[in-house]
């Protein structure tokens, strides 16, 4: 094996959505396990990069805003200042985008310059993955750090769950017991909402969940949400559910902390597939989520085991062979199929 020099310093570039971002935890944990002294710095997006610091394996989060990013001078002077001040030995960029491209432009000369293949980084990022898109999510971001095995070999992890520290956990629990939730009790975190409308699954299907959800195990349900939007989302649900007690339609967290605070208080996640739900994962909360028709389960939920389960189209396609646009295929998801798969779980996670 050709030896390299040591990788003391590496440059994780991630930006975009909350899942993706915990998701990328698994290559972080990869270059540490593989490079224990190195320093890792990981690149998101402002409202998302609180969520990350302090966390194991991460040196320094450096964020950027909304603005920033799409401010053509200011974005590429602050990319120039971040390479110029530590001068890297690998730079991984996750998007391999246009925009991202900037960092290794600007570091021609560090030795590791990755990112996904595509047609245009061909000359200035000199490894270039060729990974599968149709694998699942973790395994395609370990696979950024195989180029780094000519240095020696990678102890791959695909491990990407968040810390919550018990100080952060205990303050949230205050606030929830101050909103009235009775930890005597069931506490399920539920996503009924989702930021992109056509990710939502049916409402009245939802709702008569829910209600089996109460029913059955008299749990305790929260619901999450994020912009007025949601909010207006969730409290059309709540009142057509007759404002029922058993629902906190208006617990929030302020901020991704807060959210992580508030998951890791919960005994259960339901709902919509998306970030919330890969936080549930990351804190160890057991999940199950209905998956869009254009979102591949098998991608976006990895470790799907018992304590992590999910439907999506392809668990039900037997029995809707005429299925065949959007629509036809989320209606697919029944409420039967969806409880014969949810309630065994809650018999084992909700049993107090």
Known sequence: MKQKKDIKSILVIRYRRVGDSILAMALIRTLKQTFPHAEIDFVLDRGIAPLFEGQPGINRVISFTHEEKHSFFTYVKKVRRIVSEKHYDAII?????????????????????????????????????????????????????????????????????????????????????????????????????????????????????????????????????????????????????????????????????????????????????????HLSQAVGVPSFAIYPPNIGKHIWLPENDGSHQGIGFADVEAKAPDAVDYASRFAAVTVDEVWTRLSPMLDKYLKK
């Open 93 to 277: 960029d996750m998007r391999s985008t246009i925009q991202t491209l900037w960092f290794s432009l600007f570091s021609l000369g560090t030795e590791f310059r990755i990112g996904r293949k595509k047609g245009y980084n061909r000359f200035i990022q000199n490894y270039r993955p060729d990974i599968p898109w149709d694998i699942d999510m973790v395994e395609q971001n370990i696979r950024f750090a195989a180029p780094l095995s000519v240095v020696t070999p990678v102890k791959a992890s695909r491990d990407f769950s968040l810390t919550v520290e018990e100080g952060e956990k205990q303050s949230f629990r205050k606030v929830m017991k101050a909103a009235g939730v009775d930890f005597s009790r069931p506490v399920v975190l539920c996503a009924v909402a989702t930021r992109i409308p056509g990710k939502v699954w049916d409402k009245e299907r939802m709702k008569e969940v829910l209600r089996r959800i109460i029913e059955k195990y008299d749990a305790q349900l929260i619901f999450n949400f994020g912009g007025q939007v949601e909010r207006d989302y969730v409290n059309s649900i709540w009142k057509e559910m007759g404002r029922d007690s058993h629902i906190f339609a208006g617990l929030e967290a302020n901020s991704l902390p807060e959210l992580k605070a508030m998951v890791a208080n919960c005994d259960f996640f339901f709902g919509n597939e998306g970030g919330p739900r």
